[in-house]
């Protein structure tokens, strides 16, 4: 079984920054990809970015330049550096780690095992 745990997350003014990170553990397999996605409410989920096992890295245009995906395959740990944000990043943002490496857009969906979610609040 795969457990996914994010933590991080919290309020902050519009222009601040947060930092997010995500372990993975239990009957982990390499490779395997990892990204963050995120919820707001009344909206569907999307995906924000994602980090391949090789370290290649993706994201959704309204986040590129503001946020830095990164991770540590030895620890199994990912972090998404959040700056500059905007009341339009508040949402849920669940990490999200699947079987396998991926390349371009095929990193940006298909995730098997998901964590529960931390709430990142920007106020204006």
């Known amino acids: 079984q795969v457990q996914v745990l994010e933590s991080g997350g919290g309020l902050v003014q519009a222009g601040g920054s947060l930092g997010l990170s995500c372990v993975v553990s239990g009957r982990t397999f390499t490779p395997h990809a990892m990204a963050w996605f995120r919820q707001a409410p009344g909206k569907e989920r999307e995906f924000v970015a994602a980090v391949n096992w090789r370290h290649s890295t993706y994201y959704t245009d309204s986040v590129k330049g503001r946020f830095t995906i990164s991770r540590d395959n030895v620890k199994n740990t990912m972090w998404l550096q959040m700056n500059s944000l905007k009341p339009e990043d508040t949402a849920v943002y669940y990490c999200?780690?699947?079987?396998?490496?991926?390349?371009?857009?095929?990193?940006?969906?298909?995730?098997?095992?998901w964590g529960q979610g931390t709430q990142v609040t920007v106020s204006s």
């Open positions: 999200a780690s699947k079987f396998g490496d991926c390349s371009g857009y095929g990193c940006w969906n298909d995730y098997l095992y």
